[in-house]
């Protein structure tokens, strides 16, 4: 059983800049695949990034975050980041980490084994 643990959500106004993060605790993951994906009021599970655990430490984006949004990881923590910036009100969301065991990434929700318990995320003056 892999445990997903996510934090750094909060309330931000439009245009600022907020970091959310997904540990792992005791746990590598030396071919998996690391995604976030949010998930608004009454809409689906979107994705909008994902991250190689392995050392090429390939990334991926959702068109709708591309050039504002940076996903890292630091393999020693155990843990993914997703820097967000310049955040619009429509990013509002429940954002969730997942992981799989995988080569590629995915962007389909149930495609992904393990996920995070979600925290909000709020953009709004």
């Known amino acids: 059983q892999v445990q997903l643990v996510e934090s750094g959500g909060g309330l931000v106004q439009p245009g600022g800049s907020l970091r959310v993060s997904c540990a792992a605790p005791?746990?590598?993951?030396?071919?998996?695949?690391m995604g976030w994906f949010r998930q608004a009021p009454g809409k689906e599970r979107d994705f909008v990034s994902a991250i190689t655990w392995s050392s090429a430490s390939r990334t991926y984006y959702a068109d709708s975050v591309k050039g504002r949004f940076t996903i890292s990881r630091d393999t020693a923590k155990n843990t993914v980041y997703l820097q967000m910036n310049s955040l619009k009100p429509e990013d509002t969301a429940v954002y969730y980490c997942a992981a799989d065991q995988r080569m590629i990434p995915s962007t389909t929700p149930h495609e992904y084994m393990y996920w995070g318990q979600g925290t909000q995320v709020t953009v709004s003056s």
């Open positions: 005791g746990r590598t993951f030396s071919s998996y695949v």
